[in-house]
């Protein structure tokens, strides 16, 4: 307690017999009801002995003699005349919010106000978003829908801001520039518009609905719209591993190809701007670099590629560009959950065979399969794997010499 609380606030905040009636009060002064507006309080589980004090000081000798009371309980719950009790105890309205923040030990916050400032942000909030996105109303009313919470107000805000100048500025390119630069310029930051970020998201709804195309979905045709729209994405950044890929074209990308001498990293760059003309020799695709690295050493000479794990832009634009030139396809990849669903993706998407993915891979493996749960199953495993998984319950990975032999081809060594 400080000195500025009166004794009489100080005493009545002590009382522990008191404490539920203080506390329904500060409910009541939270919802936005005005201390001089309280007549009465309803108060659950009232003590006997605070319902005692309460009585004590408000039942008058006549209301005692008539057998009535100012305090009514039923049910446990207990109506307080909260005013009248105020004046016989010498405590003014103006005291109340103080009275209550001693006694339950939080400040009253009125949370009415803050509703109705929440929705005048709000109302201000979606003021700016329609003009700020004026370019791109149906992604305005998509964004109004999602809702946002108080203290995302400014978030969204800027982000409407981002987008609106990213789309301002589009309308204005003569030459391709990159979106890291495209983000640095309208937002400050190169990663604002990043592909994996929801404002990165909202830039490709916005461009589509500006091109009056539909949004894409598959990592590379996400970045043709925008190559499209003269924003360049990550051409850079990512390659995907080719090694003993013979290409038949006259172009750089063919050329180097055709000088080998070890996995060929080939850019999106690449294959966007310089697109080789591959030849027709069946192709395996691998998840990891491992397997390369394994067919090096084994002096394998059938042609491989690399994706690295889940599929990029890089690795479909390389796909699909292999389908274009009659390319066979394979896909082998890890035996775990990821692994299945990236073999799914590009048997559906590019009709690859499946290949080191199968019950007999995982039989051979065994107890020496690795130390890795499995984990739940994707959906589409073959009743057949999935059984030969139930009984170990391990991942079986590329790294794994049943799986090697396998797709390279390796003679197994005799045993000794």
Request: some cysteine; glycine content about 8%; proline content about 6%.
């Amino acid at each position: 307690m400080t000195d500025a609380v009166p004794e009489v606030v100080r005493v009545l905040a002590e009382d522990a017999d008191l404490v539920p009636l203080w506390q329904a009060v500060h409910r009541r002064l939270c919802a936005g009801d005005a201390p001089d507006r309280l007549a009465t309080v309803k108060v659950d589980g009232m003590s006997s002995a605070g319902i005692a004090v309460l009585r004590g000081l408000l039942d008058t000798t006549t209301r005692r003699t008539r057998g009535s009371s100012a305090v009514q309980s039923v049910g446990g719950v207990t109506r307080v005349p909260l005013r009248e009790f105020l004046t016989t105890v010498g405590v003014a309205a103006a005291q109340l919010q103080l009275l209550v923040e001693v006694a339950v030990g939080r400040a009253v916050v009125n949370r009415a106000h803050e509703r109705a400032a929440g929705t005048t942000a709000r109302r201000a909030l979606w003021a700016t978003v329609e003009t700020n996105l004026a370019a791109v109303p149906s992604l305005a009313r998509r964004i109004r829908a999602a809702g946002v919470s108080e203290p995302d107000i400014p978030l969204i805000e800027a982000q409407s801001e981002q987008l609106g100048a990213a789309l301002a500025r589009i309308a204005t390119l003569r030459a391709p520039v990159s979106l890291a630069k495209l983000a640095h310029d309208c937002a400050g930051t190169p990663h604002a518009f990043d592909l994996g970020t929801l404002t990165g998201r909202r830039l490709v709804e916005a461009i589509a609905e500006v091109r009056a195309e539909a949004v894409p979905e598959r990592p590379d045709a996400v970045r043709a719209m925008l190559a499209r729209a003269r924003v360049l994405a990550d051409r850079l950044s990512t390659s995907v591993l080719l090694l003993n890929v013979w290409a038949t074209g006259p172009g750089v990308v063919d050329q180097r190809l055709r000088l080998g001498g070890g996995p060929v990293p080939v850019t999106l760059y690449d294959l966007t701007v310089n697109p080789p003309i591959l030849g027709s020799a069946p192709l395996l695709v691998v998840e990891n670099p491992s397997v390369l690295e394994a067919a090096m050493a084994a002096g394998h000479t059938a042609p491989l590629a690399c994706t690295s794990g889940h599929l990029g832009a890089v690795d479909h634009t390389f796909l699909q560009r292999a389908v274009e030139c009659g390319v066979p396809l394979s896909y082998a990849g890890d035996i775990d959950r990821d692994g299945l669903i990236i073999a799914r993706q590009v048997h559906q998407f590019y009709g690859a065979a499946i290949m080191g993915m199968d019950a007999d891979i995982v039989r051979r493996a065994g107890r020496h399969a690795s130390v890795t749960p499995l984990g739940p199953l994707p959906d589409g495993v073959s009743p057949g794997l999935a059984s030969a998984l139930a009984v170990t319950r391990r991942a079986v990975f590329q790294e794994n010499d049943v799986v090697l032999d396998r797709l390279l081809a390796r003679k197994q060594p005799k045993q000794q």
